[in-house]
């Protein structure tokens, strides 16, 4: 829905330019027996999130099919955007600016950047924030350069099994000929096994590289991974969902020297996959190293507060063959939309909508595990929005195409990920899905299994 901001005293302004004192004036050449006096029997007031659900359900009354359920994860999530966001961020100014990176940038520009620098660092607890990155994946790569540039002579980097495959994949294309050693622990349990990342890690190993919560929706226990580690003068490195912040742990008190993450799911829809955001925060003793850029805040010979570009690490830039990173692409309007959304949310806010995603995702493992056909992959492990279920009839395609036509996007079959998990799939849950949505998941997997007709959401 449109976000209308006009204020009381926009309002009070607009009425006196017109000559007129009040709302009721300016209608006052109506004839008053053809106004609406009757009461209007309206539903208690809602909030943004409560209303659009309410509103969309009335609009799927006049369409067919209805828009699908989502309940696809793996790196991409479906989150609430406030209107708010869209109305903000598509000022002009600021939707239609390049990739700023120029030093002479507009100062509009290099506040947002350093309010989103601010905020990322409240988030994740950690020191530092550049102005964003290209995504995720790319992130993560990034971080790992980071870690092999701080001059410490190990060169072998240590990966969980449970970090994003694709995000793995990325590793091994920017390493697999460089000479560095990349070397994967497996997770069979869907958590990482402490004792095998102790025996893996040594004083030949780089930086440690982990997912919280990870591909599969664990949380894993960063916090002694990353004293592991430090036994071992390694750099840790977190790759963190955004909204799990709400209620877990910062990278930052965990022990963790890089946090990275893909930042689409804080304010920016999921867009078949992109453009997304590159979230990367670090301690301070990294500040030379960190790729993108660096806003900072300062005052001009007047003495105003304004804000200036105070590192650019890019190649194209006078540092040439010592930059830091090849990053061209900071995603400045992702990154201002990001800022919007944490801001409008809060502390409060990000811990509600966390909460929401825990408590739904928690109700829908217990709901979907009772369909027949259907178990829990990893039923002990401590998970945030995602789980893993398996197909004991192993065919999690044919399921899940049926669920599709019913009106449902019932999850990401893992077999494409992992030969070994083709009877699997993974289920996210955000705050967007209602209790009605996954009781009306568990109705058509268990119609689907019963071989009966399923019922469009």
Known sequence: MTY???????????????????IEELFSTIPAELRLKRDLDLPPQMG??????????????????????????????????PAAVDALASRGEFYTSYTPYQPEVSQGNLQAMFEYQT??????????SNA???????????????????????????????VHPEYRLI????????????VEIPCVDGIADLAKVEETVDAG??????????????????????????????????????????????????GVDIAVAEGHSLGSPMQYGGPYLGIMACSDKFVRRLPGRIVGQTEDRRGNRCWVLTLQTREQHIRREKATSNICTNQGLFALRASIYLTLLGPGGMKQCATLCAQKAHYAQAKLTEVDRLEAVFPSNPFFKEFVLRDTQGNVDGLL??????GFLGGVPLG???????????VCVTEKRTKQEIDALARTFSLIHSGGSTIHA
């Open 4 to 22: 209308l901001y006009n204020t009381p005293d926009d309002q009070q302004a607009m009425l006196q330019s017109i000559g007129v004192e009040s």
């Open 48 to 81: 943004e999130l409560e209303l659009t659900q309410h509103l969309s359900a009335l609009a799927a009354k006049n369409a067919s099919p209805a828009t699908h359920a989502c309940f696809l994860g793996g790196g991409s999530y479906d989150h609430f955007v």
């Open 119 to 128: 905020l990322i660092c409240e988030l994740t607890g950690m020191d530092l």
């Open 132 to 162: 964003s990155l290209y995504d995720g994946g790319s992130a993560l790569a990034e971080a790992v350069i980071m870690a092999l540039n701080t001059g410490k002579r190990g060169e072998k980097v240590v990966v969980l099994g449970t």
């Open 171 to 182: 590793l091994q294309t920017y390493f697999t000929h460089l000479g560095i050693e990349i």
């Open 205 to 254: 190993t780089n930086c440690v590289v982990v997912q919280s919560p990870n591909f599969f929706g664990g949380v894993e226990d960063v916090a002694a991974i990353s004293e592991i580690a430090k036994k071992n003068d390694a750099v840790v490195i977190q790759s963190f969902d955004p909204i799990s912040l709400g209620v877990l742990k910062r990278p930052g008190d965990l």
């Open 401 to 406: 195409a049926e669920a599709r036509e019913a």
């Open 416 to 426: 494409q990920f992992f030969p070994e998990m083709d009877d699997c799939f993974l």
